[in-house]
């Protein structure tokens, strides 16, 4: 089974993108094959003229093709989410979350905008056909801390929602059929997805 990080904040700190990683460090000790997507990283005029065929775009475009499950990040801006993840998820088919598991999870600056992603996002995710989509993760930004090594710290509550949300998407992934050996699983070729 493999899964993609999807990370839609412009910002190169970002707060969505370290519990993104985080989610996937989890997932990685459930044994799943995780790969990474920073939509920042991708072709800014590509994205910005929809140009799937652009190398960058087409790589990432191909990585969600083959994913099981996606976990999609982004900073929750002006009420929603990123107009950066909008801009990929334009690149994508209509139907280009078929078949999949997608977690969805946003950081903000306060708790006025948590539903965000149930009315902004999920609508989207639904509409491109996504298998299930999760319970979302929210979290702000006074909830993530750093740890004196640097690594990421969780308030109780987001540490609690974290935890049920890699469990669910373990136990959703592990109902999902195994691909036929000979299909391709390009998703690990992501790790590190040139700009
Ligand atoms: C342009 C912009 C718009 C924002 N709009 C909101 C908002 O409407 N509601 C909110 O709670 N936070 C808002 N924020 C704060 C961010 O959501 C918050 O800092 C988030 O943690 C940033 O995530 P990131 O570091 O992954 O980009 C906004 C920040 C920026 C830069």
Redesign the pocket.
Known sequence: MSVILL?????P???????LQHIGERLALHGQRVSRIEVRDLSASALLSLDADEASVARALAGVRQADAIVV????????Y?GLLKAFLDLLPQDGLAGKLVLPL?????????L?LDYALRPVLASMSARFILPSIY???DQ?GRSAEGGLTLAAPIAVRVAQGVEQLVSELRLVAPRPVSEPASAKDLHAVPA
């Open positions: 990370g839609g904040s412009p910002a700190h970002s707060s969505s993108s370290r519990l990040a982004t900073p929750v801006y002006k009420a929603a990123s946003a950081t903000g600056g306060s708790q006025s905008h948590m965000a979290a702000t930004s993530l």
